[in-house]
T-cell receptor
Framework: AQSVTQLDSHVSVSEGTPVLLRCNYS??????LFWYVQHPNKGLQLLLK??????LVKGINGFEAEFKKSETSFHLTKPSAHMSDAAEYFC?????????????FGKGTRLHILP | KAGVTQTPRYLIKTRGQQVTLSCSPI?????VSWYQQTPGQGLQFLFE???????NKGNFPGRFSGRQFSNSRSEMNVSTLELGDSALYLC?????????????FGQGTRLTVV
């Protein structure tokens, strides 16, 4: 069965230090994987996506994620956190089965940036 | 290019009432999806419409319904409201359907049921 697990509901890092948001997935088919960000009182915005091309995916605002099939992981990283990165981040898995696109969102990780 | 527009932004309704939410997708986008976001359950997929047809449906009761018009605008209706229906309802539009590529989200409608 298809599922997404975001291992941390909250992550706190100091400004200027690296960010790691963890995501593990389960999929019976070749999935597409995404990270979205949601700032307070805003809709979701796509950060990056993996669709079976390069396993290291670069996104907007300096974020990147690496697809590791052996570990079924798609962790989101950024070398140096900025105050404006404080938001909620969602890992998403999508697979097409029987002509239907099944989309599952993780429960989200709230990123706090400490000054 | 205008983004996804959801109206109204905020709503307060009483238990037992019904509500209709509206979503105008990005111009040229034909796929519209609806999501419910709550602190307890997170983001859950409600349904997707493409070219006025429901293509995909999540695991919600029949009180939740939707439709899409010929101009791709979509409405979502919830009948016999329950307290647990209080949530942020997000609409997303996409250029195509069949495989999730990128969804553009509106700011949502925050529904409070009292």
């Amino acid at each position: 069965a298809q599922s997404v697990t975001q291992l941390d509901s909250h992550v706190s890092v100091s400004e200027g230090t690296p960010v790691l948001l963890r995501c593990n997935y389960s999929s019976s088919y070749s999935p597409s994987l995404f990270w979205y960000v949601q700032h307070p009182n805003k809709g979701l915005q796509l950060l990056l996506k993996y669709t079976s091309a390069a396993t290291l995916v670069k996104g907007i605002n300096g974020f990147e994620a690496e697809f590791k099939k052996s570990e079924t992981s798609f962790h989101l990283t950024k070398p140096s956190a900025h105050m404006s990165d404080a938001a909620e981040y969602f890992c998403v898995v999508s697979e097409v089965r029987g002509g239907d696109d099944k989309i599952i969102f993780g429960k989200g990780t709230r990123l706090h940036i400490l000054p | 290019k205008a983004g996804v527009t959801q109206t109204p932004r905020y709503l307060i309704k009483t238990r037992g009432q019904q509500v209709t939410l509206s979503c105008s997708p990005i111009s040229g986008h034909r796929s519209v999806s609806w999501y419910q976001q709550t602190p307890g359950q997170g983001l859950q997929f409600l349904f997707e419409y493409f070219s006025e047809t429901q293509r995909n449906k999540g695991n919600f009761p029949g009180r939740f319904s939707g439709r899409q018009f010929s101009n791709s605008r979509s409405e979502m209706n919830v009948s016999t409201l329950e307290l647990g229906d209080s949530a942020l309802y997000l609409c997303a539009s996409s250029l195509i359907t069949g495989r999730h590529t990128e969804a553009f989200f509106g700011q949502g409608t925050r529904l409070t049921v009292v």
